[in-house]
T-cell receptor, first 112, second 112 residues
Framework: GENVEQHPSTLSVQEGDSAVIKCTYSDSASNYFPWYKQELGKRPQLIIDIRSNVGEKKDQRIAVTLNKTAKHFSLHITETQPEDSAVYFCAATKAAGNKLTFGGGTRVLVKP | KAGVTQTPRYLIKTRGQQVTLSCSPISGHRSVSWYQQTPGQGLQFLFEYFSETQRNKGNFPGRFSGRQFSNSRSEMNVSTLELGDSALYLC???????????FGSGTRLTVV
């Protein structure tokens, strides 16, 4: 089955700096890669996603890149703000009813 | 429109008891999936239902079961509770094709 590894497990950045989280997946058939942000005590919220027919997607300060050949994808947050502090999860799936396989999560702390 | 609604929000049960959790998906979403979130194991897939049929199942013992009703609402049941079942149980819904999973706020189950 699919296996997703996520690094780093914790990330501390200064406000205004960039943050990068990397994930690798094992199943070449996976074709949908969402990223979720989970604040303490709250539900995971989808912040950005990318499909396998796209190499990069951007939404304001957040971007995701996908390298299908290397089977890895990354989340980039620019100009970080204290409200970006949360746990971020990457996931991979073949969609159409298949399970989301999650990475282990990255705890991001943005220091003012 | 209303999000994914899970009830109850909190539950405390004793070892050996059983529990039923409920999930109402976003209106129009026919796919409902369930995840267990623990500090040690992260987010793990339990099962997914679509049109009252279980399409996919994770690696959990048979004590974990679920069902989906004709209105797409779903329930999961855990029988003979163990201390290790203490977790946040999240459900997610999506339309077809299955992109953009939206999570509910979860049910936090504590087994004592």
């Amino acid at each position: 089955g699919e296996n997703v590894e996520q690094h780093p497990s914790t990330l501390s950045v200064q406000e205004g700096d960039s943050a990068v989280i990397k994930c690798t997946y094992s199943d070449s058939a996976s074709n949908y890669f969402p990223w979720y942000k989970q604040e303490l005590g709250k539900r995971p919220q989808l912040i950005i996603d990318i499909r396998s027919n796209v190499g990069e997607k951007k939404d304001q300060r957040i971007a995701v890149t996908l390298n299908k050949t290397a089977k890895h994808f990354s989340l980039h947050i620019t100009e970080t703000q204290p409200e970006d502090s949360a746990v971020y999860f990457c996931a991979a799936t073949k969609a159409a009813g298949n399970k989301l396989t999650f990475g282990g999560g990255t705890r991001v702390l943005v220091k003012p | 429109k209303a999000g994914v609604t899970q009830t109850p929000r909190y539950l405390i049960k004793t070892r050996g008891q059983q529990v039923t959790l409920s999930c109402s998906p976003i209106s129009g979403h026919r796919s409902v999936s369930w995840y267990q979130q623990t500090p040690g194991q992260g987010l793990q897939f339990l099962f997914e239902y679509f049109s009252e049929t279980q399409r996919n199942k994770g690696n959990f013992p048979g004590r974990f079961s679920g069902r989906q009703f004709s209105n797409s609402r779903s329930e999961m049941n855990v029988s003979t509770l163990e201390l290790g079942d203490s977790a946040l149980y999240l459900c997610a819904s999506t339309s077809t094709p299955a992109y953009g999973y939206t999570f509910g706020s979860g049910t936090r189950l504590t087994v004592v």
